[in-house]
DNA sequence: GCAAAAGTGTTCCGGATACACCCATGG
DNA sequence: CCATGGGTGTATCCGGAACACTTTTGC
C-alpha cells in the first residue's frame, strides 16, 4: 500500500442535494486572516477536494473526500470533467492563498459529483453550508466553472440515467420525484402527465404503504428497482419530461 | 514557459474517422523484441498519447499529438474520461513494455477523442493503421476500455451535438450525412424520413452546387452552419433518427 | 365541514414511421 | 437506352401536451 500523495492532482466534489427548497450545493468556506485576526483576506466559498493517493482509484480518493464530509461511506459518483490548465489559479486571491498554504498552484483536478437527499447528509465539520443552486455565494479558484459544468452534465444525464433517484429516499411518493425533475430541471411539469409517465415505467415500483405527512390524504410510496431498470434499460428510457 | 511534462499525467487521443467503410480508428503498432529481432514479445496496437506539458493546456497537448499523427494542425476535440486508478496497467505484457521503456507504470490519463473524415488525416509515421471499429485488433493497456467509452460517449453525444459534421467534408450530401448517422449509431435508417427531417434543420443549407460522383445523377450539396445552430440550438435538437 | 395535498381521463396535435416509385445523368 | 444512385409524398400511429375536478384525510 502505497499511501504517499499525488501532489499536482487532485480531486474535487460537487455535491448536489435536494430538499423542499430545491436544488443546492454543499461548500466550504474559505478563509485567510492577515497582519491581525480582523483582517479577512480571503472570504468565499469552495469545493471540497484533496490530493490522489497513488494506491487509491480516482473513486476511492472522491469517496474519502465525501465520507470526511457527510459522514457517509460511498454513494454514486459521476466523474464529469478534468481541469489541468495552468493558469487555471491565477487570481490575486487564489494565488495568495495557494502561497500562504505552501502547495502547488499547478494542480490538475478530476471532478466528480453527488446526487443525494439534503437530509442525509450530516456536517461533521465547522465550515460548511448548503446553497441553494439558483444563488451560489462568491466562490473560490474556478469553481463557479466546475459547479456549472456539474450541473450541465447532471441535467443531460437525468434525462438518459436514472440518477434522478438518488436524489430521493428509498422510498418515495410521485410527487416527490415529479418535483426532484422539476427542481433539477427548473422548469414546471404537468400532474397529470408526469404520473401517468411514472406509472407506466416498470422499475418504479409501487408499494402497499403510505406516507402521513404534512398533507391530510396520505399518499403511495414507490421505489426505485435498479434491477428491473437494468433489465429493461437498453429500450425504455428514464422519463420524457 | 515551462517545458518541464508532468511525469505522471498523460494525454492519449482517440482518433475517429470515417470512409465508405464506415467508423474507424486509428491505432499505432506497438512492438517490443527480445534476446533477438526475431523473438517479437509485444506486437499489439495501442492509442497514441503522451505526457501533459505544464505549460500547456489539456487541450493544445492533446492537439499536440494529433497534429503530431494526422498533420492536420487543431481540429474538435471532446474530453470524455479521465482514466487514474492505480493497476490500470497490470497484464504482463504491458508492465514489460513500460519497464522497457523506463517510465512510470502508474500513469493517470486524460482521454479526448477526435472525429474526422478519413481522408482527411495524411499518416505522417509507419506503423499507424486504420481500423474498422467493427473489427478492432488486439490492444493494450486498458485502451480496448477506453476506445470503447469514447465511442459510448459519441454516439450519446451526437443525439445533442452537432459533431456528425466533423465526420464530413464541409460541403455533403443528405445522403452522406445519413450514412454517417448510420455508421455511427450502427442502425439503418430510412432514407425518406431522414431527409425530410434533416431539410426541416435550418443549420443545413443547401448549396446551388452539385456534386458529381460515382452517381449518375448529380446530388446536392449542403453545408453545415455552426451560426445558425448556435442562434437556435435551445429550441432545436440535431436530428431524431 | 373545510383546508390541503393526492389523485384521476380525455381530447388534440405534431412528429415519427412505414412504404414504392420517378428522376437526372453518364456511359 | 439502361444502370446507378438521387430524390420525392402520403397515410397512419403513437406519445406528448393541454386541461379541471374529485378524493381522502387531519384538524
Avoid at 492563498?97 to 450530516?122: D, N
Wanted: charged share 30%; net charge positive; aromatic share 14%.
Amino acid at each position: 500500500m502505497d499511501f504517499r500523495k499525488r501532489d499536482n492532482v487532485t480531486v474535487d466534489c460537487v455535491i448536489f442535494g435536494l430538499d423542499t427548497n430545491g436544488l443546492s450545493v454543499l461548500l466550504r468556506n474559505r478563509t485567510l486572516n492577515m497582519y491581525d485576526d480582523d483582517f479577512l483576506v480571503i472570504n468565499d466559498w469552495v469545493l471540497t477536494g484533496y490530493y490522489v493517493f497513488k494506491s487509491k482509484t480516482l473513486e476511492e480518493s472522491a469517496d474519502l473526500i465525501f465520507k470526511e464530509i457527510s459522514g457517509i461511506q460511498s454513494a454514486d459518483k459521476i466523474q464529469f470533467r478534468t481541469y489541468g490548465n495552468p493558469g487555471r489559479i491565477k487570481s490575486e486571491k487564489d494565488l495568495l492563498w495557494v502561497r500562504s498554504r505552501g502547495v502547488q498552484a499547478q494542480t490538475m483536478t478530476i471532478a466528480y459529483y453527488y446526487a443525494l437527499p439534503l437530509e442525509k447528509v450530516g456536517l461533521k465539520h465547522e465550515g460548511f453550508r448548503w446553497f441553494q443552486y439558483q444563488s451560489l455565494p462568491e466562490l473560490g479558484f474556478d469553481h463557479q466553472l466546475i459547479i456549472q459544468d456539474a450541473y450541465e452534465d447532471l441535467k443531460k444525464r437525468i434525462m438518459t440515467e436514472p440518477i434522478i433517484f438518488n436524489f430521493l429516499p428509498m422510498k418515495f411518493t410521485l410527487n416527490d420525484l415529479q418535483f426532484a425533475f422539476e427542481s433539477v430541471l427548473n422548469i414546471e411539469i404537468d400532474n397529470r402527465n408526469f404520473r401517468k409517465k411514472a406509472m407506466g415505467k416498470p422499475y418504479i415500483v409501487p408499494l402497499n404503504e403510505k406516507r402521513k405527512g404534512v398533507s391530510k390524504k396520505p399518499s403511495k410510496l414507490y421505489v426505485f428497482s435498479r434491477d428491473v431498470y437494468d433489465a429493461v434499460k437498453e429500450k425504455d428510457y428514464i422519463i420524457s419530461v
